[in-house]
T-cell receptor
Framework: DTEVTQTPKHLVMGMTNKKSLKCEQH?????MYWYKQKAKKPPELMFV???????INESVPSRFSPECPNSSLLNLHLHALQPEDSALYLC??????????????FGQGTRLTVV | KQEVTQIPAALSVPEGENLVLNCSFT??????LQWFRQDPGKGLTSLLL?????REQTSGRLNASLDKSSGRSTLYIAASQPGDSATYLC????????FGAGTRLTVKP
């Protein structure tokens, strides 16, 4: 199983809403990532979790709050977002950096629209 | 900070042509380099992974090479098909993955 599953596939939320994005993998990977991708741009790194601990936060606004409750699950909690936060949010997993065969696998993404 | 550049930004070719996509990076201290394909509005599909100690990897009609010392990788696609039309992204890996802006490929029937 080389699948990273993201839910929901699409999400429309108002600026006062609270919602969460979910990402799950069962490959035994201990590094998980959140990326944000705007139209016709490359993915931009938001957060990296290594062994369930936050290891990289790319100066992301606090209205985005990541959580890694266990080695298979990664959440992104959203609160008070702005229309410019509308984007495709991608989750990925891989063995931690430095390990052999560190191929990364991506989910299909959540298309988020903030109205 | 690692910078990743992909050339060309867009490419349109007739079906059957062999083509080369280029990726360059500024810091050679990488663990690996990975090539992805992305269809519009979709996630990323891994095509090839090259470890830092390797020179090339092949999968079907795809061949990727890596010259770490010069900070370059190429993705070679043989006998292109309309189904190859997509955006191709390269990413270099240390503790995270840094992406190039991608090459948007169109293969015309």
């Amino acid at each position: 199983d080389t699948e990273v599953t993201q839910t929901p596939k699409h999400l429309v939320m108002g600026m006062t809403n609270k919602k969460s994005l979910k990402c799950e993998q069962h490959m035994g990977h201990r590094a998980m990532y959140w990326y944000k991708q705007k139209a016709k741009k490359p993915p931009e790194l938001m957060f990296v979790y290594s062994y369930e601990k936050l290891s990289i936060n790319e100066s992301v606004p606090s209205r985005f709050s990541p959580e890694c409750p266990n080695s298979s699950l990664l959440n992104l909690h959203l609160h008070a977002l702005q229309p410019e936060d509308s984007a495709l949010y991608l989750c990925a997993s891989s063995p931690p950096g430095g390990a052999l065969n560190t191929e990364a696998f991506f989910g299909q993404g959540t298309r988020l629209t903030v109205v | 900070k690692q910078e990743v550049t992909q050339i060309p930004a867009a490419l349109s070719v007739p079906e059957g042509e062999n083509l080369v996509l280029n990726c360059s990076f500024t810091d050679s201290a990488i663990y690996n380099l990975q090539w992805f394909r992305q269809d519009p509005g979709k996630g990323l599909t891994s095509l090839l992974l090259i470890q830092s100690s390797q020179r090339e990897q092949t999968s079907g009609r795809l061949n990727a090479s890596l010259d770490k010392s010069s900070g370059r990788s190429t993705l070679y696609i043989a006998a292109s098909q309309p189904g190859d039309s997509a955006t191709y992204l390269c990413a270099v890996r240390v503790y995270d993955m840094r992406f190039g802006a991608g090459t948007r490929l169109t293969v015309k029937p």
